[in-house]
């Protein structure tokens, strides 16, 4: 006797003429198609949309010994000519003057000046400011106006912001939270000192990839603006700008994660057999509910 393999079908189908098409059934058909389609185009978004994780830990992942610094800042008041960066920090550093990665770019006819600079500071507690401390014999006299606008200011992997920004991680993000920052308003005098405290975190970004995937190091910070006039001895102290720095033995990693293709075609299976799932058992007893309601309405409810 041959066996036949069509025994071993569970899912067999039902000749369309024993079938009965209802209304009911048509409005629960349309309902779950629309509750598939928008389901499944959810799923869909969510799987292709990858997902930040952040981890805190105690470290510094940089191989660096010292820390890049990326400063931007415009003085639409004072002459390149009379400007500097200095920097000091606890190790006993102090460096006075320009540097081989500062461009000096003029404004206002030669007025004012617009400095863009990158230089390196130690991974201790320290500062930079820009005065005209490194000319001060050249601006003997001078009238300073500090008054500024610091366009942008970062630490370490400049990239890392640009890929914050990309996933939404922060609509102002953390890795440049004083971009734009002005300080040129009509109601500041330009004699006042501006002191900025920056608190910095070591950042790692980590993406998973095919070739064994991506990580970068950048810095976020925090920073606190106070500006006053300085005093001592009963006469006014030159004015400046100073970034007062220190970094925090907290890092931050960012990982993004992508959801694996199985466990979307698993959640798409589930949404598709879940919604028929339960349609049918609402169909059934729409179906039960208007029978009885026909029987009880002809007499022959028994």
């Known amino acids: 006797m041959q066996f036949d393999i069509r025994r071993l079908d569970i899912y067999r189908k039902v000749p369309k003429d024993l079938t009965q098409p209802t209304y009911t059934g048509a409005m629960v058909s349309l309902c779950t198609v629309s509750m598939i389609a928008i389901l499944f185009c959810s799923e869909l978004f969510d799987f292709l949309s990858p997902s930040i994780e952040s981890v805190l830990y105690v470290d510094d992942p940089s191989e660096l010994s010292q820390l890049p610094v990326h400063l931007d800042i415009s003085l639409p008041y004072i002459s390149c000519q009379y400007l500097g960066i200095d920097i000091q920090d606890d190790l006993g550093r102090h ?63 400049p990239i890392i912001g640009n890929i914050s920004k990309r996933y939404g991680m922060e609509q102002q993000t953390s890795f440049e939270p004083l971009r ?27 993406e998973q990839g095919a070739d064994g995937g991506t990580q970068l190091h950048g810095y976020q910070f925090t920073a606190t603006h106070k500006g006053y006039e300085a005093a001592s001895h009963g006469m006014r102290v030159m004015p400046a700008i100073w970034f007062r720095y220190q970094l925090t033995p907290i890092t931050v990693k960012y990982r993004v994660l992508r959801k694996p293709l199985y466990h979307f075609i698993t959640t798409v299976c589930a949404i598709v057999g879940g919604t028929f799932t339960v349609a049918g058992i609402l169909d059934s007893l729409l179906f039960s509910a208007h029978e009885v309601f026909r029987k009880m309405q002809i007499g022959k409810l028994s």
Not at 117 to 138: C, M
Not at 183 to 200: C, F, I, M, N
């Open 95 to 157: 460096e006075v003057g320009n540097f081989e990665r500062m461009n000096n770019l003029p404004l206002n006819g030669g007025k004012g000046c617009r400095i863009k600079a990158n230089f390196y500071v130690n991974k201790v507690p320290g500062n930079f400011h820009v005065s005209t401390h490194a000319k001060a014999r050249d601006s003997r006299g001078l009238e300073t106006n500090f008054k500024h606008v610091l366009h942008s200011l970062q630490f370490g992997n």
């Open 180 to 206: 734009e920052f002005d300080q040129s308003g009509v109601k500041l005098t330009g004699q006042e000192t501006h002191d900025y405290y920056l608190k910095v975190v070591p950042t790692v970004y980590e």
